[in-house]
C-alpha cells in the first residue's frame, strides 16, 4: 500500500476508464454504465425514501401540495404543458396569462431550462406537479451519475466505488437543502460534472465539438448556476494543469481549446440568454442586502453531515464516507506530493472564496444575491468529492482513515453549541461515520482477502444511503418550519375544481378571466389558465410595476410578485369579464360572466382628469376615463394598534378600502378581512347602509403607520356601468390575438387614440409609435383608419439569434477544418 501510482505523464494519453482496455466490447460498454447507474439509483432512491419517511407528497397526503416555494414553479410546468399541448393563451415568446400578458422566452429559460422539465408534457395536466416533483429526484441522480464518470476520468477504479461517492454528490447539502425544491437549480449539479469531463477532453486534445456542446447543454439548462460551475470548471483545469506534466505548448493548447469551446458552446446559448439578460436589466428592482458573511463556526457546521441551518447559511456537507476520505488525502503518500497540495489548496481557497466578499460576487455574476447568498455551495461539495476519490483509489491506510475519522468527531464536539446544531447531526457523524471507516478498513486487504470487498461495497452504499435519507428528511423538516415554506392548504381536488371552474367562464379573447382569490401559488393565471392580473417572475417588467401598483394591485418581493384585486373598475379597465370565487361547499369554486370592455378601447379629445384628491381611486378614474367613485375624508380615532376609521358615502354605493401601509386584521360589520400592507391592494367592504356611514376597525402591528387620510371609496355602480357600455360601443368591434400579436378592428371615425389592456414592456411594435398611456400600450389612430396592431419580440432575440447561428457555423465548420488541416499535414504525420 505503500507503493505510489504515478501520474499519468502527458495530457495527450487519457486515463483508461476502468474495464476499457481495447476496443469497446459489448460487455465493456455496458460495465462502464455500472457506476453511474448505481450512483443514480442511490441518489434518487434516497431522496424519494426521505419523503416516504415524511409521508409527503407524492407519497404520503396527496392532498398537500408542494410547498409554497416549489409552488412558484409548478404553474410554469403548466404552462409549458398547455404550450406543448396546443392549449397556451400565447406562445414561447409570450404569455398573456398572467400581470395581463408578460414575455415568457426569460421565464421559459429561468424556471423551465432543465431539460427533465419536459417530462411535464408526457402526464395530464392535472398531474403537472407529479412531475415537477420527479424532476428532483432524476435531476440528482444524473448529476451522481456524471460525477461517477467524471471520477473514472481523474483515475481509474472500481466502478461501484466510483458510484458510492457520486452518490455522496447527488446527495449533497445544497442538493438536499438549497435546491431540491427549485428545479431549474440543479441544472448546476449535473453542470459541474459535465463540464468537468469537457476539461478532460481539453487537456487531452480531443473532442472540441463535444467540448462546446457541453458547455452549450450546461447554459441552456439554467444559465445561473452554469455560470457557477463554468467558474469551477476553470479551477478544475487550472488544478488539472498544475498536476499533470504537461508541456508549455500542451498547456496553451488546452486553454485555447477550453476558452475557444467555452465562447461558442456559450454563444449557442445567447437566443436565450442574451434576452434573459435585458430582461433582468428591466425588471423591478429588488432590494437585496449587501452579503454579511456567517460567522466562522456556522460556516464549519455548514460541513457536517445532515446539519441543516437557518436562513441564508451554507449547506456544504457530503455524507460522513466522503468527508473520511478527503480527511485522509493529504495523509496519503501514494498521491503524489503536488498533487495532493495543489489540490487541497483548491478546495480551501474555494471554501475561503465563498466568506470573502469580492469572490463571493464573482461567483453570482458580480450580483447581490437576493435570498440564500451561498448558491454556489455545490461547488465545495463537488471538489470535496473528487479529492475523497482521489484518496480511495489510492487506497489510503487504515491509520490515516481513522485519524481523518477522529478529526471528524473532535470537529462536530467543538462545534456542537452552533446555532442550530443537532437533530441527525450527531447519528450521521458517529453512526454513519463508523460505518464508513469500517467499510473502508474492510477494503484495506481487499486485493489478499476478496471476500471481505462485498461486505464492504454493502456497508458503503448502505450508509450513504441512509445517512443521505436521513439527512433529506431531516432538511425537508427543518424547512418546513420555516414561513415562506408552509404548505399550500388546498388540495388537488379543490385545485381541479378551480380549474374546470375557470374553463367554464372562459371567454378569451373577448375579456379576460380572473382565477379569483385565495391564490393557491404566485402564478395562478398560468396555473389555471386565467388572464388576470397574478403574476411571479425575476423578470417581471419595472413598466409593468409602475403601471399596476398606483392603480391599487396587491404585491409583494419589492414588486416582481403581483396579486389579484376584486374590484369591478380594474376589472373594466383590464377587460376582466369572468371571475371565479369559492363555492359554498368546501374545495369548490364558482365562476360569474359580467360587462367588460374589449381588450382595445377607443379614448378621445382630452385625457380625463379625476376631480377626486389623488389617491388610488382618482388614478382608476384617470385610467378609466370618468368618474364612478365618491371619495370621502375620514375620521380617525382609537389607539396606534387599534385603529378606527369612519366616513359618509352615498347609500346603496359599494365601500371599498385601501391601506398598503398596514398589516393586522380589517373589521367592518360582520366583515373581518386580513390586512398584509402592500400584498392586500384595494379590498372590497360590501354595500354602503341606509345610515351612509361606512365604519372601519383595524389590529395592526405596523408601529407608526396609519391607513392615511382616503383610504375609502365608495363606487358609483351605475356610473360605472354607463361607463363600460360606452367604452364597449366605441373600442374595438373585433379582436384577433396571436401567441406574441394583437389586431383590432375599430369602428370609423376621427383621429383618437387606441388603448390596449396590456402594460407598455419593452418589446412591443405597433402599427403606429407607442405613446404609453398611464403605463399601457396606447397608439394614435389617424381619422378614417380602422386597423391598429401589435407585435411582440423579446429585446435581444435577433442579435441572440445572430450570434448563436454563427457559433453553430463555427461547431458544424470545426469537422471541415480538422479534416482538411490534417490532410494539409507533412507527409507522416
Known sequence: MGTVTPEPKTADTPPPDDGAAGPATGRGALSRLYGPLLAFLVTSGAFCAAWVARGGFPFGDTGRAINDQANQYVPFHRALWDLVHGQAAGDLLFSWRGGFGQQFLSDYYTYLGNPFSWLAVLVPRQHVDLAVFAITPITMGTAAALMAVYLGRLKPGPWWQRGVLGATYGLCGWALSDASYIPMWLWGLVALPLLGIAVEWCLEGRRWPGVALFVALAWFGNFYTAMMATMAACVLLGVRMLTLDLTGRQRVRALWRAASAAAVGILLTLPLLLPSFLSSGAAQPTKAAAF?????????????????????????????????????????????RRTRLVWAAAVVLVAVSFQFPPTQYVWHGLAVPNGNPYREAFVFSGMVVIVAWLALAHRPRPLHLALSAALLVVATFALRHTDDFGGWTWPA????????????????????????????????????????????????????????????????????????????VDGWPAYRTDSGAPQTSYNDALALGAEGPQYYSSYLPEVTYRALEPLGYGYKNDGRTFFGADNPVL??????????????????????????????????????????????????????????????????????????????????????????????????????????????????????????????????RTEGATAGDRPIGCLDRAALDARVRELTATGAASVDVGGHTIEATLPAGGARTAVFAMTAVEGWRCSAPIEPFHGLVAVEVPAGADRVSCSFTPKGLAPGLAAGGLALLALLAFPTLARLRRRGGPAGS
Open 429 to 504: 457523524v458517529l453512526g454513519g461515520g463508523a460505518v464508513s471507516l469500517l467499510a473502508l478498513v474492510l477494503l484495506a486487504p481487499g486485493g489478499k482477502r476478496r471476500v471481505l470487498v462485498p461486505v464492504a461495497a454493502a456497508l458503503m452504499v448502505g450508509v450513504v444511503f441512509a445517512e443521505s435519507t436521513v439527512a433529506a428528511a431531516n432538511a425537508d423538516a427543518r424547512r418546513a418550519r420555516e414561513r415562506w415554506a408552509k404548505p399550500a392548504v388546498t388540495s388537488s381536488q379543490s385545485i381541479t375544481r378551480h380549474f374546470e371552474a375557470v374553463r367554464d
Open 571 to 700: 376589472d373594466a379597465i383590464f377587460s376582466i369579464g369572468a371571475r371565479v370565487r369559492p363555492g359554498t361547499a368546501p374545495n369548490t369554486w364558482t365562476g360569474a360572466r359580467f360587462a367588460a370592455p374589449p381588450l382595445v378601447t377607443v379614448r378621445s379629445g382630452t385625457p380625463f382628469a379625476s376631480p377626486n384628491p389623488d389617491g388610488v381611486y382618482a388614478r382608476q378614474e384617470n385610467v378609466l376615463g370618468a368618474r364612478v367613485y365618491e371619495v370621502p375624508a375620514v375620521t380617525a380615532g382609537g389607539t396606534p394598534t387599534e385603529q378606527t376609521y369612519a366616513a359618509r358615502c352615498t347609500p346603496g354605493s359599494e365601500a371599498f378600502w385601501y391601506s398598503p401601509e398596514l398589516y393586522g386584521t380589517l373589521r367592518s360589520g360582520e366583515l373581518r378581512r386580513p390586512l398584509e400592507d402592500r400584498m392586500s391592494g384595494v379590498l372590497p367592504l360590501g354595500r354602503v347602509p341606509a345610515s351612509g356611514r361606512v365604519e372601519v376597525a383595524v389590529d395592526t
Open 292 to 336: 454579511d458573511p456567517v460567522r466562522i463556526e456556522v460556516f464549519l457546521s455548514g460541513m457536517l453531515p445532515a446539519t441543516h441551518l437557518w436562513g441564508g447559511r451554507p449547506r456544504l456537507y457530503v455524507a460522513s464516507l466522503a468527508l473520511i476520505l478527503a480527511g485522509s488525502f493529504l495523509f496519503n503518500t501514494a498521491v503524489a
